[in-house]
């Protein structure tokens, strides 16, 4: 069972495809690839829909941004600015088919997963300090800079690619905690976790930080044995050899069997000792569970609970391992966040916030796609060229397709409406002949 797969990028001369690179034909190529991928979203409604659909995606990774006036401009139509605009805001105030949409962004993009993809569970906020028209504000914890702030609050999921481990979204919502209908934001964790269900099977490993660990997270998935893993705080109680025991006392009696040499981001290396336990729950006895845990992380040690049968106990790293590749939907948020300007969108209404974001969404989800096929595919490669990186391809290779993206449409002077054109009719003079 192996987690980790981090292949080296190609070794062909990059500096020989960005001058064998024809941005007309590469551009035209990934517009009708664009407008195809779209066409497998939308082949359920009717033409002004798809069509609305396809300039929403192109326009949001043609114009990197997630204002209307820069997705209108980069979709370059021969009327006024301003009434591209307005066309674009009126369907995002009218658009219905979130949930159809949805089903079918991820039929097409299901085979990028297999059996031993890991799906990442996280809430994350959207905060508008300044903004005081929007519908809905609510108090939020601002992720960024841990204040209390207006916003909004997103339950989101992620999966991770089989081949580059890529987080590609599949499941993103918006809330207000003040709109009609909110009962807790645990109702709408496990909105999330019955999406998960029915699209993925058990075995797929289902991944939750800190504050996921209450009683509710549980109380779903042990019935349903659904693979799990998640970390916990030391005031929580766990039954270890028959007797109820805090979860942070019990982790001073194990000082590590295992080895895990790490780096952390700030590029300092450490040597993480690892054991593993065998517990239960006070609510679920007789239900066997382990409990990893990792000293060198930090001040406190790393504590993952987990439902993984583990019959040899070296395994335990590879778990640990699964859990750590939880920043890839971190860095997932913050491309959002930077790469497109979310927190930045001037819409008002709470409808066109989340359709706004369901369409981002399914633009993040396209890049994921390509990402997955960035060491076999040339048309990336010259994609990733075409960004013109300081530095080497990174293991998170959205913002190099994005960039590359950007760089090659900025450089077309037409945008998608022509793949949309109906064919003009035939001024030839047709005979009728009969014997």
């Known amino acids: 069972m192996i987690y980790c797969n981090h292949s080296k990028t190609s070794d062909i001369n990059k500096t020989e495809v960005l001058h064998m690179i024809n941005y007309s034909i590469i551009g035209h190529k990934l517009k009708r690839g664009i407008v195809n991928f779209c066409g497998k979203l ?32 980069s979709l370059n139509e021969d009327i006024k600015l301003d009434k591209t605009v307005e066309r674009l805001s009126r369907n995002l105030m009218t658009f219905d088919g979130e949930k159809e949409l949805m089903e079918n962004y991820f039929a097409s993009i299901k085979n990028n997963f297999d059996e031993e993809t890991v799906l990442i569970f996280d809430d994350s906020d959207v905060s508008k300090p300044y903004s005081k028209k929007l519908e809905g504000l609510c108090r939020v914890k601002d992720g960024s800079t841990g204040e209390i702030t207006d916003g909004y609050w997103t339950a989101g999921v992620s999966a991770l690619t089989a081949k580059q481990k890529q987080p590609i979204p599949v499941y993103n919502h918006i809330y207000s905690t003040k709109e009609k209908g909110y009962v807790s934001n645990n109702a709408e964790t496990i909105k999330s976790l019955e999406f ?45 050899k028959g007797k109820k025991i805090l979860i942070n006392k019990l982790t001073k009696r194990f000082r590590g069997q295992f080895t895990l040499k790490f780096e952390s981001k700030d590029g300092k290396k450490v040597n993480c000792k690892i054991s593993i336990a065998p517990v239960e729950l006070p609510d679920y006895p007789g239900k066997k569970l382990n409990l990893i845990i ?94 013109k990186r300081l530095y080497s391809l990174n293991l998170f290779t959205f913002y190099a397709i994005s960039d590359g993206l950007f760089a090659i449409f900025s450089k077309s002077y037409t945008g998608i409406k022509s793949f949309f054109a109906q064919p003009e009719p035939s001024l030839q003079l047709e005979l009728s002949w009969t014997s």
């Open 42 to 73: 939308s082949n359920s409604f009717n033409r002004p829909v798809q069509k609305f659909i396809a300039d929403m995606v192109f326009g949001l990774i043609a114009g990197k941004s997630c204002h209307l006036t820069e997705i209108a401009r």
């Open 196 to 240: 998960v269900s029915s699209h993925f099977p058990k075995s797929n490993i289902r991944t939750f930080d800190r504050g996921y660990d209450g009683g509710f997270l549980f109380d779903y998935l042990i019935p349903k044995n659904e693979s799990f893993i998640v970390r916990m705080v030391g005031n929580r109680n766990c039954v270890y």
């Open 294 to 387: 990792c000293h060198g992380f930090g001040k406190e040690p790393l504590m993952l609970l987990t439902n993984l049968e583990i019959d040899d106990k070296r395994l335990c790293v590879t778990i640990t391992k699964v859990y750590l590749m939880r920043w890839r939907i971190e860095e997932y948020y913050r491309f959002k966040k930077q790469g497109f300007g979310f927190e930045k969108f001037l819409v008002r209404s709470l409808k066109s916030i989340r359709n706004l974001d369901l369409f981002l969404t399914v633009a993040i989800g396209y890049i994921g796609v390509l990402s997955e096929k960035v060491n076999i595919s040339i048309e990336v490669l010259e994609i990733v060229t075409a960004s």
